[in-house]
């Protein structure tokens, strides 16, 4: 179905730590005719004009978090304002994890000064409150650190390989503190899907959560999802 306007009915964002299996959501869904899905743009952090951000940000933290942090900010606005001529748009992560997970963990583990975290914030700032980058629906796919450690290694994206286990732990501890716990940050209401599991058995989940993804909407009760709007803490929804 093609809408007029350019414009999605729901946004969609897929959250989870490096290497849930975010990807693989999003190829899933793309053949559905009512979903466009956006990729996140990791090739253009890899090559701006001839620039590999990614591998200098792991290289060197201390000199280029920042740096690759604004440009990944960037790059999330344009997915963000993105045309979308289908009713549901899906986003793998959004501005709102790199705020809240990443660039959180560099500033708390001192590879962002607080001058530069400040002005990422302000950058942050400015764009939510200005720009139509809402969201509907999280889908998160909760997966522990051990797993991702060895999918990581199995992949072998360059960049990646010498990531430490501990890393992937901090930033575990941040998507469960920004999704799962009481946040006045959260854009939207949250589905929670346990990602551990094998690929067919995650297919069978995808399957499974068709409906409320392709709605954008969790199926809870329409006096939660006003309690919502009302900004008290999102419904999450959790399936094992
Ligand atoms: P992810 O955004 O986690 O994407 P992915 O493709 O690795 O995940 P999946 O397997 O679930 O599809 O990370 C991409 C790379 O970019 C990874 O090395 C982490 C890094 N990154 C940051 O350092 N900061 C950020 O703000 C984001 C969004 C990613
Ligand atoms: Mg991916």
Redesign the pocket.
Known sequence: MLLKGNKARFTVCVE?????????LLNHFSKFNDVEAFQ?P?QK?QDVRGNNL?AL?YEDPMRWAHT??AY?QMTMVEQHLHPCSTPVKLL??SLY??RY???ENLYRSGKMTNAEYTVYCEWFKIITQNLDVGVDLIVY?RTDPEVLHTRIKERA?S??QA?PFQYLSDLHTLHEEWLMGPSSSLPAPVLVLDANDTLPNMYKKFEEHTSEILSGKLTVCEEQQDTYKTASPSPVEIVN
């Not at 989870?16 to 693989?24: A, C």
């Open positions: 989870g730590n490096i290497g849930s299996g975010k990807s693989t996140e990791v952090w990614l940000m690759f942090q990944v793998e992560r994890s790199g997970c990443f660039v796919l994206r960049e990646e990531i």
